[in-house]
């Protein structure tokens, strides 16, 4: 028992010890095994559904809990007019656990994954994004006018960033899992990426 802990604990918001909980599921070396065993598709829903277990299977906030624990940047930098750039933090997280979560993410999500470390790994960010804003917007469309904004914004204001099919491929897909969970609730993410 320590009572820094506990202290800590209490006068945290709920929303930070859950993020800190879904990520922690992520780093641990029995997720890395669960991966290994039944693939990356079955490791993205095992994401989902240990959110869902931590919202207390509310949709909404297991859908954000999982954007959350799949972003794969610590920052990004924006290209600001006059100042340069601007480097806006993603995640909070100590580098250290940040890598040993990345390392963990799901990579091989599509057959037209590309070769190298990265993989898929940033397509759950945008698959989990886009299903929260249709499913708490109960609209595909706001979703869908949202990813469509958010990568045209990543094309003209993010540092190497590239407005890129791939990722309407995978927002897309977001959207009809986070609209249809608003009337089947046991639906999982493998069942749209294809």
Do not use: W
């Not at 992520?26 to 890395?32: G, K, L, T, V």
């Not at 007019?81 to 599509?110: H, M, Q, W």
């Not at 995978?170 to 986070?178: E, L, T, Y």
Request: net charge neutral; hydrophobic share 40%.
């Amino acid at each position: 028992f320590s009572l820094f802990r506990f202290l800590g604990n209490v006068f945290t918001p709920e929303l930070i010890r859950d993020t800190r909980q879904i990520r922690a599921y992520i780093r641990d070396e029995r997720f890395s095994v669960l991966m290994a065993r039944c693939g990356d598709m079955r490791a993205v829903d095992a994401i989902y559904l240990k959110a869902l277990k931590i919202a207390d299977y509310n949709v909404a906030r297991a859908l954000f809990l999982s954007m959350v624990a799949t972003l794969e940047h610590r920052n990004i930098d924006l290209k600001m007019p006059v100042l340069g750039s601007l480097k806006l933090p993603l995640t909070f997280e100590e580098d250290s656990l940040f890598s040993a979560r990345y390392k963990n993410l799901p990579s091989k999500i599509y057959p037209d994954t590309p070769a190298g470390e990265a993989g898929d790994r940033d397509k759950l960010q945008h698959f989990f994004a886009s299903a929260y804003l249709a499913y708490a917007s109960e609209s595909p469309g706001f979703a869908r006018a949202s990813g469509d904004l958010v990568e045209r914004g990543e094309a003209e204001f993010v540092v190497g960033g590239a407005d890129d099919p791939r990722d309407r491929r995978a927002n897309k897909q977001g959207q009809r899992f986070g609209h249809d969970l608003l009337t089947v609730r046991t639906i999982l993410p493998s069942d749209y990426f294809n």
